[in-house]
């Protein structure tokens, strides 16, 4: 919990010489649209559902909102997808994997219990879960579901080098909300810097140097995964 | 670019968004700046991380798919369910009722009630007789309270109602005799 605290309220920002401030608020929640020269950008969702932490976004679902739902789908699509390639071994079933998970996600909602598993764990199980069926409807061999075939991303002695796409997710969800914006603007709808300026209106020297804070900052909740959950695995 | 700006530029520097100039500047440094090396070091990975993540991309269309099945599976939601079953029982109680009253309306209610005095063949009577029509048939039934022994009689008659009254009403019938003998 202390950890998480930390992580929501932006101490430990500084990195090295410079100190990185944030934009204004009002600044951080202006809604981007969604572009036809993107078709994987974002809709425009109101800003207090890109805010919202993992746990309060499961609770909007459970409730019946599609806009909370979507903003799970931006989060977690990936590591669903990776996993489905992985486990199935083909594309066209990772895509229908995909659409179990989140149907399932959206259907059990009400039954996510956070203080016994962060949604991405919550998540995993349901992707490996759906995964596994699929493959024995399909008759397909399921490949190993093993974390080590899960975990294989980025060698070298890093700390990354035990990381996978679920962890990246997880970690890009809990750190600030500019910082995500910028992150995912750049990484996954491969937005410039000059061009992220553009659609949220902020200097682009303040787009670089928060790009630079945002990597920092992603690194250490990537050191410091789910220090508040209680129960993984 | 500013001594002290240098490590800002670490990010785009990975993702290969400064300008010429900029990164020749930055890399100039990185050759004598021990903490702008160790950030550039540190933030590798993360970026690599990243890159390796967007390379996972679902096609874009799979999202909409997404979110129309799961709308489309909202009746399977515990409450919503729940409140399908309600509203669906509501609905055919309603019907069920409506029927009953249409069937009611075009048949008639034929049943008449009709209260038994006591005679001297039965001092204590104290008894109804109630008769429904059914075509031209009367059933008959009749229930004897004061009798410890007394059942209910079903008879089968046919008649008028009026006629049954008044045999009820002008003393002791074969019905009342029949009645005694319980």
Known sequence: LVASSRLQSGVGLVWGPTCIKDRPKRDRDADFQASSEHPGMREKFEPVVKSMGDEELVRQVAQGDGRALAELYYRYSRPVYATGVRLLGDAHMAEELVQDAFTNVWQR????DPNRASFATWLYRVTRNRGVDLARRRRVRPQSAGEAQLRAISGGPEPEASVDGWDVAR???????????????AYFEGLSQREISRRTGVPLGTIKSRTTAALKRLHQSLL???AEEVQRG | VAEDRFEELVGPY??????????????????????????????????????????????????DQVLVRARGQ???????????????????????????????????????????????WL????A?????????TFRSSWKCGRYPNSRTMSITRCGTTSKMAAESAAGPSRWDQRAGRL
Not at chain 2, 100 to 111: C, L, P
Not at chain 2, 123 to 126: A, H
């Open chain 1, 109 to 112: 909602a009400a039954s996510f």
């Open chain 2, 128 to 136: 109804r007789s109630r008769q429904r029509r059914s075509g031209r």
């Open chain 1, 224 to 226: 410091n995964p789910g």
């Open chain 2, 123 to 126: 001092p204590r009577l104290e």
């Open chain 2, 14 to 63: 990975l993702l290969g968004e400064l300008t010429v100039e900029e990164e020749r500047k930055l890399e100039r440094h990185l050759e004598v700046c021990s903490g702008c090396r160790r950030a550039l070091d540190s933030a590798q990975p993360t970026h690599n991380l990243l890159r390796q993540l967007a390379a996972n991309e679902p096609p874009a269309e799979l999202k």
């Open chain 2, 74 to 120: 909202i009746l399977t939601q515990p409450w919503v369910r729940w409140g399908f079953w309600v509203t669906t029982a509501a609905a055919l109680l309603i019907a069920a009722g409506f029927g009953v009253g249409v069937f009611r309306t075009i048949t008639g209610d034929s049943s008449v009630t009709v209260p038994l005095t006591a005679t001297s």
């Open chain 1, 171 to 185: 970690a890009l969800s809990r750190i600030p909300e500019g910082h995500r914006e910028v992150l995912t603007l």
